[in-house]
C-alpha cells in the first residue's frame, strides 16, 4: 500500500516537475493498485487527484485546460476502472459496498473531543513509537536549517500530500467507529506509514538544498 501510494503522489510530482505526460498515467496505475491492495486506496486516489490539482495550481499550469486535461484524467480513470468493477462485483454477490462498523459515518457531539485527542495520538505516534519516529523530529530539525527549501514547489508539494494523508487520518477517526480503535497502535501505526516514504524523500530534498548553499 505505502509503494503504490507514494509512488502515486511521486510520479504526480515528476510528471509536472519535467513536463511529462506519461508520469501521469503511471501514477493511475499505482492508485488502481493501491486499491486494489486495500480500501483505504480508494480515498488515497482523491488525495493524488488533490495533488494533481494543487500540484497544477503551483507549477502554473491549469490542469483543467484542453491542452493539459487529458493528463488529470490518466490519473483518474485507472483507479475509476478498478473501483467500478470492484464495486460491480460487491452488488452482483450482494455483499456491502463498506465495513460493517468501521465505514459509517458517525457525526459525534462531542466531535472537538475527538479532533484534538485524534492529532494527539497521531503526534504521539509519530514520535514516541518505534515506527522510525526519529524521522519527524529530524525533519522538523531540517526544516529549520533550510528554511528557504520552503520556496521550492517540489517540496511545497510533498508538505501539502503528507498534509492531506495527515487530515485523512484525522477525519477517519473524529467522522467514523474507527475513533474507538484509536488506541490501538497497529491500527494508527499501519495508517502513518501508508505515507511515510513520504518523509524521507522531503528530508532529502531539504538537505540537498542546504548542501549545495554551502558548497556555493
Request: with cysteine; proline share 2%; aromatic share 20%.
Amino acid at each position: 500500500m505505502a509503494f503504490y501510494t507514494c509512488a502515486a503522489v511521486w510520479f504526480v510530482l515528476l510528471g509536472y516537475h519535467h513536463k511529462e505526460s506519461s508520469f501521469f498515467l503511471v501514477a493511475g496505475l499505482c492508485c488502481g493498485m493501491a486499491f486494489f491492495v486495500k480500501f483505504e486506496g480508494a480515498v488515497y486516489s482523491v488525495i493524488v487527484a488533490g495533488m494533481c490539482v494543487a500540484g497544477s495550481r503551483l507549477y502554473k499550469i491549469n490542469i483543467f485546460s484542453k491542452e493539459h486535461s487529458r493528463d488529470f484524467f490518466k490519473v483518474v480513470l485507472p483507479v475509476a476502472v478498478v473501483v467500478s468493477g470492484y464495486l460491480l462485483f460487491k452488488y452482483v454477490n450482494g455483499i456491502g459496498f463498506g465495513e460493517t462498523g468501521k465505514t459509517t459515518l458517525e457525526f459525534s457531539a462531542n466531535v472537538l473531543y475527538r479532533f484534538f485527542f485524534t492529532a494527539k495520538q497521531i503526534l504521539l505516534n509519530m514520535v514516541k513509537t518505534g515506527n522510525w519516529g526519529w524521522n519527524w523530529l529530524l525533519f522538523v530539525w531540517i526544516c529549520f536549517t533550510g528554511y528557504r527549501v520552503f520556496q521550492l514547489k517540489h517540496f511545497q508539494y510533498i508538505l501539502i500530500s503528507i498534509g492531506a494523508f495527515i487530515g485523512f487520518d484525522i477525519a477517519l477517526f473524529v467522522l467514523t467507529p474507527n475513533f474507538h480503535w484509536i488506541f490501538s497502535q497497529a491500527l494508527l501505526s499501519r495508517l502513518l506509514l501508508h505515507y511515510f516514504p513520504l518523509l524521507p524523500f522531503a528530508s532529502a530534498i531539504v538537505l540537498e538544498k542546504v548542501f549545495s548553499e554551502k558548497i556555493k
